[in-house]
């Protein structure tokens, strides 16, 4: 197989596959890039649904509690939104809607990733301020929202404008 160099994969990549291949590909790579998240949210979840019944939980401050509930509601709603593509394909299944149902997810995955950044940056503000206070956990908590949204979200979108492409579009 021969190596193919970043520069010469500039500009629009020209598949041979019809609507519906394109449809079943972009769905195909989305639930696949869902297994990779769900994983992680899940574990958080569980975690942050047994930290109340821990001895400690009751020491926490009213704004660490603030936070930790903030931080279980967006690890709730990144589960939801993670796993709606496939509630709503299997309601729609064999219905003809299949893109809908692709615009839907790759909506709806978006949403799930951004609630997942938030709920990890909530965790890692709680847990630096209950150890080492607000001192620290404020500038930990800012560089991590950096990092979340320069890797997820700015890097992706500049890419996007540079090949030209939309990062929303229904048929990429």
Same mark, same amino acid.
């Given at each position: 197989?021969?190596? *193919?160099?970043?520069?010469?994969?500039?500009?629009?990549?020209?598949?041979?596959?019809?609507?519906?291949?394109?449809?079943?590909?972009?769905?195909?790579?989305?639930?696949?890039?869902?297994r990779i998240?769900?994983?992680? *949210?899940?574990?958080?979840?569980?975690?942050?649904l047994v930290?109340?019944?821990s001895?400690g939980?009751?020491?926490?401050?009213?704004?660490?509690?603030?936070?930790?509930?903030?931080?279980?509601?967006?690890?709730?709603l990144?589960?939801?939104?993670?796993?709606?593509?496939?509630?709503?394909?299997?309601?729609?299944?064999?219905?003809?809607?299949?893109?809908?149902?692709?615009?839907?997810?790759n909506?709806?995955?978006?949403?799930?990733?951004?609630?997942?950044?938030?709920a990890?940056c =909530?965790?890692?503000l709680?847990?630096?301020? *209950?150890?080492f =206070?607000?001192?620290?956990?404020?500038?930990?908590?800012?560089?991590?929202?950096? *990092?979340?949204?320069?890797l997820?979200?700015?890097?992706?979108?500049?890419?996007?404008? =540079?090949?030209?492409?939309?990062?929303?579009?229904?048929?990429?």
């Amino acid at each position: 197989m021969a190596m *193919v160099q970043l520069d010469e994969l500039e500009g629009p990549l020209v598949r041979d596959e019809t609507p519906a291949e394109r449809l079943d590909r972009n769905f195909n790579e989305l639930l696949g890039e869902l297994r990779i998240a769900l994983p992680g *949210v899940q574990v958080l979840f569980a975690f942050l649904l047994v930290v109340p019944f821990s001895q400690g939980f009751s020491t926490l401050s009213g704004f660490e509690r603030g936070v930790y509930l903030a931080v279980l509601l967006c690890t709730a709603l990144a589960s939801a939104f993670l796993i709606a593509p496939t509630a709503y394909h299997r309601v729609l299944f064999r219905r003809g809607r299949k893109p809908e149902v692709v615009f839907f997810a790759n909506r709806a995955a978006i949403v799930g990733l951004s609630f997942l950044a938030v709920a990890m940056c =909530g965790a890692i503000l709680l847990v630096t301020h *209950v150890l080492f =206070g607000p001192a620290a956990s404020i500038p930990i908590t800012v560089a991590s929202v950096a *990092v979340f949204a320069t890797l997820w979200y700015l890097l992706p979108a500049a890419r996007g404008r =540079g090949a030209g492409t939309d990062l929303t579009s229904r048929d990429r």
